[in-house]
Nanobody, 122 residues
Framework: QPQLVESGGGLVQPGGSLRLSCAAI????????IHWFRRAPGKDREGVSC????????SYADSVKGRFTIFRNNAKNTVFLQMNSLKPEDTAVYYC???????????????WGQGTQVTVSS
């Protein structure tokens, strides 16, 4: 079965940085748009960012715009989410998911990862 595996989460102080990775197993990421979502305790799932298969037209939630950057390395079959200037409100479990496009409905997504915890606290 195709899988996505996230890594790179952890505990970081406010203002710090983390880089999350989303690695594909048993399929090629380059043919898919990759989404990053997050879910904070007691809150709904939030779309964070998306990179299309063509790499043209990345998108970001307003809450992370200017601080987070999504990019892919097809040779490593991995998509990354660089998170800078982290805030306590960024604390959440972060998930990646593959889809046909950045506009694909969630119910039609191809594969989900298991999530990685990000905690921003002093």
């Amino acid at each position: 079965q195709p899988q996505l595996v996230e890594s790179g989460g952890g505990l970081v102080q406010p203002g710090g940085s983390l880089r999350l990775s989303c690695a594909a197993i048993r399929f090629s990421l380059e043919h898919y748009a990759i989404h990053w979502f997050r879910r904070a305790p007691g809150k709904d799932r939030e779309g964070v960012s998306c990179i299309p298969s063509s790499d043209d037209g990345t998108s970001y939630a307003d809450s992370v715009k200017g601080r987070f950057t999504i990019f892919r390395n097809n040779a490593k079959n991995t998509v990354f989410l660089q998170m800078n200037s982290l805030k306590p409100e960024d604390t959440a479990v972060y998930y990646c998911a593959s889809a046909k496009t950045c506009r694909t409905a969630v119910d039609d997504f191809h594969t989900w990862g298991q999530g990685t915890q990000v905690t921003v606290s002093s």
